[in-house]
């Protein structure tokens, strides 16, 4: 984000949650990446349904899915 490349930020948050998700997965992670997503993408509803879904695959029962604010 700081270096102003959008899409290469939101690359380097899906490849920690995907690599680590018990390491990376926090509602921290999840609200800043669902902002890129609503800076990024006209149809961002979709991949942030997309984020939601996985997240309620993968993480614990104690994650606040309302983080992704949809």
């Avoid at 899906?14 to 990446?33: K, M, S």
Wanted: glycine letters at 2%; one cysteine or more; aromatic letters at 8%.
């Amino acid at each position: 984000m700081y270096s102003r490349d959008l899409g290469d930020a939101i690359k380097v948050l899906e490849a920690a949650l995907e690599g680590h998700p018990t390491a990376a997965l926090n509602e921290t992670v999840v609200v800043n990446l669902c902002s890129m997503y609503e800076l990024a993408f006209v149809n961002h509803a979709d991949v942030k349904r997309s984020l939601t879904d996985w997240i309620a695959r993968v993480a614990p029962d104690d994650f606040d899915p309302s983080c992704t604010r949809m």
